[in-house]
């Protein structure tokens, strides 16, 4: 693999001068000094505080990658595969920084199938399914390919052993389902093998154990059975409604506002269009419509104390439809 050229370490933050200080002293040997290098790069991309940050960690990154003699192709492969997590981190408004990282995980894998555990194998070829599917919307890959990494990764990670490696396998792969383009006789079928994915994660994920997989995964199946194309759209929208109540036991107002502001929206859409008594759907659905407009309203608060201004509007013209649909019935029932 080449040089990384799209950043530099700045050499101001001190961690990175004191790693450059060890690998010229004799106070270790060569792969104690690149597992030193590899260490000290993976604790700076793991909260980073600012893009420069991240920028440092690759720096180290491929300082420890130039050192590795031959002989210890797995410091390599780690070092390859660090750099390649805080790549894809990096902020960047187009693919350079994406597609540098997939080359580090395509150049580690081969090293990792030859020395590494399955774990480390795996946790390499989810990585590589999501940096695949992020470069999809710059034409630079395929879903498909996002998909066949996931269902790599999956071989190991399965729900048994790993419940929470697999949840996040099984989300991404609904997300992907979801993304496919198809023509309009494939739309069903993508939207049954998310729905799918999604409930076969949560077989593995509790409310007790995994709590934000679960609120996630609760969450992202809701949004998938209000739009499955079905001949029962009904208790679908009860199956959402239910799994949506599900999430909002975890996400809440105080704790993660965003997210519950999106669950609370999505929740709305749901019962925009469920009707009061489901035994007699033609009596309209008034109250679900006074509900929805509540919970259009605390998200469309939220969204704007939250700066989140493109929710805020989407949210914002679903309360004006659920005010015309509302002046309807209530005209009609007066």
């Known amino acids: ?55 440092d960690a690759i720096f180290l990154y491929c300082r420890a990658i130039e050192l590795c003699p031959a002989e210890h192709p797995l410091l390599r492969a780690r070092g390859l595969t660090g750099m390649g997590t805080a790549l894809r981190i990096m902020p960047a408004e187009g693919p350079e920084f994406l597609l540098e990282a997939k080359a580090a995980y395509d150049a580690a894998l081969p090293i990792l199938q030859e020395h590494a555990a399955p774990e480390e194998i795996a946790e390499t070829q989810m990585n590589l399914g999501v940096v695949i599917q992020a470069l999809v919307p710059f034409h630079k890959a395929t879903l498909k390919n996002a998909i066949q990494a996931y269902q790599r990764a999956a071989r190991v990670f399965n ?9 996040i396998i099984q989300n991404n792969i609904a997300i992907a389902y979801l993304s496919l383009p198809l023509a309009a006789e494939g739309e069903g079928m993508r939207q049954a093998m998310a729905v799918q994915s999604f409930e076969e994660a949560l077989k593995w994920v509790t409310l007790i154990d995994y709590p934000s997989e679960y609120a996630m995964l609760n969450n992202n199946l809701a949004n998938a059975l ?7 759209p009904i208790e679908n929208n009860l199956k959402a409604l239910a799994a949506y109540n599900e999430a909002l036991k975890v996400r809440t107002a105080q704790d993660t506002p965003i997210e519950y502001a999106n669950t609370i929206s999505n929740k709305a859409n749901v019962l925009f269009n469920l009707p009061d008594d489901i035994e007699y759907p033609a009596k309209g659905n008034l109250k679900n419509l006074m509900k929805a407009k509540t919970y259009y309203q605390e998200a469309y608060a939220m969204f704007r104390e939250y700066e989140q201004w493109e929710q805020a509007e989407i949210v914002k013209q679903a309360m004006q439809e659920v005010e015309k649909e509302l002046q309807i019935q209530l005209t009609i029932n007066n």
């Open 1 to 55: 693999m080449g040089d990384i050229k799209a950043v530099s370490a700045s050499l101001t933050d001190s961690t990175v001068k004191a790693a450059l200080e060890a690998i010229e002293s004799d106070m270790a040997t060569l792969p104690e000094k690149i597992e030193m290098l590899i260490e000290m790069a993976a604790g700076l991309q793991s909260k980073p505080r600012s893009p420069q940050q991240i920028e």
């Open 159 to 167: 729900g048994q052993n790993y419940p929470q490696e697999f949840a």
């Open 226 to 232: 209000q739009y499955l194309p079905t001949v029962h």
